[in-house]
Each structure stands twice: as structure tokens, then as C-alpha cells.
């Protein structure tokens, strides 16, 4: 049974970072990808960013510059660096691990950004 739990997220000042972190029960090298998506009120869920196990990533455009995605193989931690937060980034935070052929959630991490 994979496991995956996030933390880090909290209330910022726009401007402001934060970096959220994603927790595996096991070893995340077994994933043929890792990937952060958000969910906004009344919006639907959306893709933020991926890394394959190769180490290649993609960016939703709204984030590019601003946001960085990690993985460390070594603690089976995946990361998500979120720089110059803007009020539109405020969203529950997913942490998503895709085995073939099965994906795998967390419970999510709320992120605020507000003055």
C-alpha cells in the first residue's frame, strides 16, 4: 500500500515562499513519475508540475519561474518550491505518484496567500 503525505503548506504573504513536501511510504525511484496538482474553490483540480524518474519536469505555465519540483530518491521525499506566491495560488495542494498502471494521492496540503 503506497502512502503519500504532504506538509508544509500554510498562509503567506503575497511575495512570499513556501516549499511543500511529499512523503512516500516507499521507495520513490519505483514511481514512473511524481507530480504536485492543486485544487482551488469551485475550480477543478489542475496540474502544477511533474518529474519523471529520469528527472525530466513540466510546468503549468502559471507557475513557470516561479515554482521548482524536486525529488530526493536517497529520503523518498519529493518537493515543490514555490517562490513570488500570488493570491491566485491559493489551493489545496495533491501530491500525485503514478506506477503503472495505478496512481496514487495524498490527502493534500491548503496553501493561502494573502495579505
Known amino acids: 500500500q503506497v502512502q503519500l503525505v504532504e506538509s508544509g503548506g500554510g498562509l503567506v504573504q503575497p511575495g512570499g515562499s513556501l516549499r511543500l513536501s511529499c512523503a512516500a511510504s516507499?521507495?520513490?525511484?519505483?514511481?514512473?513519475?511524481m507530480g504536485w496538482f492543486r485544487q482551488a474553490p469551485g475550480k477543478q483540480r489542475e496540474l502544477v508540475a511533474t518529474?519523471?524518474?529520469?528527472?525530466?519536469?513540466t510546468y503549468a505555465d502559471s507557475v513557470k519561474g516561479r515554482f521548482t519540483i524536486s525529488r530526493d530518491n536517497a529520503k523518498n521525499t519529493m518537493y515543490l518550491q514555490m517562490n513570488s506566491l500570488k493570491p491566485e495560488d491559493t489551493a489545496v495542494y495533491y501530491c500525485?505518484?503514478?506506477?503503472?498502471?495505478?496512481?496514487?494521492w495524498g490527502q493534500g496540503t491548503q496553501v493561502t496567500v494573502s495579505s
Open positions: 516507499g521507495s520513490i525511484f519505483s514511481f514512473n513519475a
Open positions: 518529474i519523471t524518474v529520469g528527472g525530466r519536469t
Open positions: 500525485s505518484a503514478t506506477r503503472i498502471p495505478n496512481d496514487y
